[in-house]
């Protein structure tokens, strides 16, 4: 169980002054009876006795450097106002067991909260480190996804109270950790990351989770908030995850949102986004899902799975699209580069917003190699569509194969995820 600390909700600030057992990894919370603004100057963090601080944070800088995973990334708004709070992302952990003295500039938050005030870390772990809690008050085990998830052995679970974590979350090697938000809609990872901030794919996205097994992630929400035109900019990033499931979820960014590699089950997701938004090389067996493009018309899916393997299969899923949005593209592919490309959409819901040729191949003439499948696509009313436009290499596929496709063990390479 957490230590119990002293800092409330509704202390004006946290950790409040005097608080002991505050988690490592916290953010700096200043509270208001009404809303705050930054000005000028700096708030930072000292160890007691210490003259040099060991974290400080320009409120006028709109950016920072971060280490998740020990990778060196820019992380953008260190400093932000949520309702009536300011929040101060600090860029790294403090040491446990130890105290400190937050000094705040005057001038840097308007009203001006306490220009000094003090707090201790607590000294061990968590004594069972199995069953991990994340709360942003500080009520928990950590109060980062980030910590929480770096720090989980193989087997954990992490739970997370609801709350905006404005974080980078960059984690590799983990297995059998489930992530559990309280809340679907109420917690809440998001942040601004993307090509133009951290350059590669494995530095880009807000949260990127490489080389894992078994990993659940479920009942929360991801948003990236780079804005349009901001470059690619994945929400969630899988890369070589194996026997991995997401499930009721909201994943949201706009161009790229999901880049998953590996073998993947997604059930009753919301996925958001409106250029390759969900694209990788993996074997991905999409259920129940809700695929939206959104602010302006794109291409759904780039699948680049070698011929011999399945890719991105949308079973008994809604593909919709903001009011407005028409000639969106179900997939696209260079054949030449790609000649393997597959992804099928069986029994779907699709409205007049797709595109009546559906697809988009380019490249070389696309050979037999090259799986574009569509099993009774139906319209909003329920009726089957018409189909007779939809690119010629593309293909209807049997009912045959339509049950095959909705078996996810074929998808995954003989792996029957919990359904």
Same mark, same amino acid.
């Given at each position: 169980?957490?230590?119990?600390?002293?800092?409330?909700?509704?202390?004006?600030?946290?950790?409040?002054?005097?608080?002991?057992?505050?988690?490592?990894?916290?953010?700096?919370?200043?509270?208001?009876?009404?809303?705050?603004?930054?000005?000028?100057?700096?708030?930072?963090?000292?160890?007691?006795?210490?003259?040099?601080?060991?974290?400080?944070? !320009?409120?006028?800088?709109?950016?920072?450097?971060?280490?998740?995973?020990?990778?060196?990334?820019?992380?953008?708004?260190?400093?932000?106002?949520?309702?009536?709070?300011?929040?101060?992302?600090?860029?790294?952990?403090?040491?446990?067991?130890?105290?400190?003295?937050?000094?705040?500039?005057?001038?840097?938050?308007?009203?001006?909260?306490?220009?000094? +005030?003090?707090?201790?870390?607590?000294?061990?772990?968590?004594?069972?480190?199995?069953?991990?809690?994340?709360? =942003?008050?500080?009520?928990?085990?950590?109060?980062?996804?980030?910590?929480?998830?770096?720090?989980?052995?193989?087997?954990?679970?992490?739970?997370?109270? =609801?709350?905006?974590?404005?974080?980078?979350?960059?984690?590799?090697?983990?297995?059998?950790?489930?992530? #559990?938000?309280?809340?679907?809609?109420?917690?809440?990872?998001?942040?601004?990351?993307?090509?133009?901030?951290?350059?590669?794919?494995?530095?880009?996205?807000?949260?990127?989770?490489?080389?894992?097994?078994?990993?659940?992630?479920?009942?929360?929400?991801?948003?990236?908030?780079?804005?349009?035109?901001?470059?690619?900019?994945?929400?969630?990033?899988?890369?070589?995850?194996?026997?991995?499931?997401?499930?009721?979820?909201?994943?949201?960014?706009?161009? !790229?949102?999901?880049? *998953?590699?590996? #073998?993947?089950?997604?059930?009753?997701?919301?996925?958001?986004?409106?250029?390759?938004?969900? *694209?990788?090389?993996?074997?991905?067996?999409?259920?129940?899902?809700?695929?939206?493009?959104?602010? #302006?018309?794109?291409?759904?899916? =780039?699948?680049?799975?070698?011929? !011999?393997?399945?890719?991105?299969?949308?079973?008994?899923?809604?593909?919709?699209?903001?009011?407005?949005?028409?000639?969106?593209?179900?997939?696209?592919?260079?054949? $030449?580069?790609?000649?393997?490309?597959?992804?099928?959409?069986?029994?779907?819901?699709?409205?007049?917003?797709?595109?009546?040729?559906? +697809?988009?191949?380019?490249?070389?003439?696309?050979?037999? $190699?090259?799986?574009? *499948?569509?099993?009774?696509?139906?319209?909003?009313?329920?009726?089957?569509? !018409?189909?007779?436009?939809?690119?010629?290499?593309?293909?209807?596929?049997?009912?045959? =194969? $339509?049950?095959?496709? #909705?078996?996810?063990?074929?998808?995954?390479?003989? *792996?029957?995820?919990?359904?």
């Amino acid at each position: 169980m957490p230590a119990e600390i002293s800092a409330k909700p509704t202390d004006p600030l946290f950790p409040a002054d005097g608080a002991e057992n505050v988690c490592t990894d916290l953010s700096l919370h200043l509270r208001f009876d009404a809303k705050p603004s930054s000005g000028a100057g700096k708030i930072a963090v000292f160890e007691q006795g210490g003259s040099t601080p060991v974290a400080s944070v !320009d409120v006028a800088t709109a950016r920072t450097s971060v280490a998740p995973n020990g990778t060196a990334l820019v992380f953008v708004q260190p400093v932000f106002v949520v309702g009536n709070e300011v929040v101060v992302q600090l860029p790294a952990a403090l040491e446990p067991g130890k105290r400190y003295t937050v000094k705040v500039d005057a001038g840097a938050i308007r009203p001006a909260p306490p220009a000094e +005030w003090s707090f201790s870390t607590r000294a061990q772990p968590p004594s069972d480190m199995s069953q991990l809690r994340v709360a =942003q008050d500080g009520t928990g085990d950590f109060c980062s996804v980030q910590a929480a998830l770096a720090a989980a052995p193989s087997g954990a679970t992490i739970s997370v109270g =609801q709350g905006y974590y404005h974080e980078l979350v960059h984690v590799s090697g983990k297995s059998g950790v489930t992530l #559990r938000g309280d809340d679907r809609k109420g917690t809440v990872i998001l942040g601004v990351n993307n090509e133009s901030l951290n350059g590669g794919t494995a530095k880009r996205a807000l949260v990127n989770i490489e080389k894992s097994s078994d990993l659940i992630i479920e009942r929360l929400t991801i948003h990236n908030l780079t804005e349009q035109g901001g470059s690619q900019a994945e929400a969630l990033r899988l890369q070589d995850c194996d026997k991995c499931v997401v499930r009721n979820a909201d994943i949201l960014s706009l161009q !790229d949102t999901l880049l *998953w590699n590996g #073998r993947i089950y997604a059930k009753d997701l919301y996925v958001a986004g409106n250029v390759d938004f969900v *694209w990788g090389k993996g074997g991905v067996f999409f259920d129940s899902c809700e695929i939206k493009t959104v602010g #302006r018309r794109g291409y759904i899916v =780039q699948s680049r799975n070698d011929a !011999d393997a399945y890719g991105y299969v949308f079973v008994d899923s809604k593909i919709s699209a903001d009011s407005g949005l028409t000639g969106i593209v179900l997939a696209r592919i260079d054949a $030449a580069e790609y000649p393997g490309s597959h992804v099928a959409f069986i029994n779907c819901e699709m409205g007049r917003h797709i595109a009546p040729e559906g +697809w988009t191949i380019t490249g070389a003439g696309a050979g037999p $190699a090259l799986r574009f *499948w569509e099993y009774q696509s139906k319209g909003e009313d329920g009726a089957l569509l !018409d189909v007779s436009r939809r690119h010629a290499s593309s293909k209807q596929i049997s009912a045959e =194969q $339509a049950a095959t496709m #909705r078996d996810p063990a074929q998808v995954l390479d003989g *792996w029957s995820p919990p359904r």
